[in-house]
């Protein structure tokens, strides 16, 4: 699933490649995708696109003040092209969800692979309309996210802190991959309670979330749209690496499994050398 690092690559590669020209039309190949009516995305021809946002992990493309806004979800990507095929597309039969072409020739379309589709698009008047969006948490980079609010956040809850750093209520743009990659940075259990951590704990998370993502972020500035996923495995040093050596201290990475996710973590950085319970695999092996 695309997270804050790589939605922030789309945004920029979007502002370079799609501000200031006009789109042409927009085609809808699956239409459960599209979450609104009114406006309908063909309000969009004819109309300039003049800004390109992010709000968490959505992506906001304003045009001329209609807002095609859309989540790519854990299967979902953009793909660009120079030129876009003049094929029409043929909803339910390929895995494009959406098509936007500009006045160029040039465009997007918006791909889900696999079964279940998650994507969802909005075309709104205020991003705010989208309710996912107006009940986002504060931004881990933004300007005014000090270890204080950190602190604040993570007071009386009585709840993991692998799964309150993904709550996008909570905290808007990390997911399941920088998670892991930001707890390994602080020496975290993922299973640690958040309102246990001690004041050097949170310094360290604090800073772990900062440090991580705004590498993340500049791993991915100035890349194509087709180079980012490969960006975002080359950077990662536990999420989806178990079995791999830890880079920081050489022991095994290890996993442990749910029923439609998991998490990676190193047990000598992390849990004082104790591999962590895999109730699922427990199950299993009984």
Known sequence: MPELPEVEGLVGFLRES???????????????????????????AGLEITGVDRHGKWLDVDV???????????????RWSPQVSPTPLRPGKSPIALRVVLDDGSGFDLTEAGTRKRLAVYVVRDPR???????????????????DAL??????????????LRDQSVLAG???????????????????????????QVDALYEAMRSVLTEAVAAAAGKPAKELKDAKRAGLRVHGRAGEPCPVCGDTVREVSFADSSLQYCPTC????????????SRLLK
């Open 18 to 44: 799609a501000v200031g020209r006009v789109v042409a039309r927009v085609d809808i190949g699956n239409i459960s995708t599209l979450k609104t009516f009114d406006p309908p995305p063909t309000a969009l």
């Open 64 to 78: 001329d003040g209609l807002h095609l806004v859309f989540h790519l979800s854990r299967a979902g990507w953009l």
């Open 129 to 147: 309309e989208v309710p996912m969006i107006a009940s986002l948490g504060p931004d881990p980079l933004a300007a005014g996210f000090d270890r």
């Open 151 to 164: 602190a604040r956040i993570l007071a009386g809850q009585r709840t993991q802190v692998k799964g309150l």
């Open 174 to 200: 990390v997911g399941n991959a920088y998670s892991d990659e930001v707890l390994h940075a602080a020496r975290l259990s993922p299973y640690a309670l958040a309102a246990t951590l001690s004041d050097t």
């Open 270 to 281: 992390q849990t004082g050398g104790k591999p962590l319970a895999d109730r699922r695999m």
